[in-house]
């Protein structure tokens, strides 16, 4: 029977001898005081083509994440509601696409980047920023590369970073390096995060939980939120 620690979307790809070897990471999983809810690249982009199989949308949208953007849309507005109810503060990131800035100074990853589009890179309309969220810009995978979001989080008094968004593989994970590495207890929303290739989302998910996150079920951070002391 897999142990609870492991009870997660990787458990039927990774053998029992990989999740030995791991073993000596297990812990009790939480949200941290005084959280912070980061949401990563939930833009417009990633929803083209529809709730479609990735492969089949490439070709024409070559930066969708299909059905698995889509799936994902209800458990991050009941994370986000959450968040808003219980009045920690909101974080939304994404890629700095400005026609003011250099577009030639660096990019997040290898990939070609689309021709710009001033909506591409808006924040999807079910997670629409409130007046009073941060918004966030950046160049770089990680969250915290080359912006101002670790010195908000300390402004703001956050001990612990709740992800969500996408890549798993790319700037989520990123991210949630770079979160741990500046020393924020951090959880990592396992249903809130997607990426192109299922595979890269458990592999990565396995990764992260086991040396950097608290990779957590939506229903277990929502009911931490909602029983958060305000």
Not at 200 to 224: I, Q, T
Request: hydrophobic content about 35%; glycine content about 4%; proline content about 7%.
């Amino acid at each position: 029977m897999i142990a609870d620690f492991e009870d997660h979307c990787w458990k039927d790809i990774v053998p029992a001898e990989i999740l030995k070897i791991y073993e000596p990471y297990h812990r009790k999983t939480h949200v941290g005081e005084r959280p912070a809810l980061v949401m990563i690249d939930l833009y417009n982009l990633v929803y083209e083509g529809g709730a479609r199989p990735v492969h089949e949308l490439v070709a024409k949208h070559p930066s969708s994440c299909g059905e698995y953007a889509y799936a994902a849309i209800t458990p991050i507005k009941s994370v986000l509601a959450a968040a808003r109810q219980a009045g920690v503060p909101v974080i939304h990131v994404t890629y700095d696409d400005r026609p003011e800035t250099d577009h030639k100074a660096m990019h997040p990853t290898h990939r070609p980047k689309p021709k710009y589009d001033p909506d591409a890179y808006q924040i999807f309309s079910d997670f629409a920023p409130l007046p009073d969220e941060q918004y966030i810009y950046k160049k770089r995978a990680s969250a915290f590369y080359g912006t101002p979001l670790s010195t908000s989080l300390v402004q703001l008094g956050v001990q612990s970073v709740i992800i969500a968004g996408e890549t798993t593989s790319g700037c989520v994970r990123a991210s949630a390096v770079d979160s741990y590495s500046h020393g924020f207890h951090t959880v990592v929303v396992e249903e809130c995060v997607f990426d192109r290739s299922i595979v890269s989302h458990k592999v990565n998910l396995f990764d992260l939980h086991h040396k950097y996150a608290d990779v957590m079920r939506v229903g277990e951070v929502v009911s931490a939120l909602s029983n958060l002391k305000t």
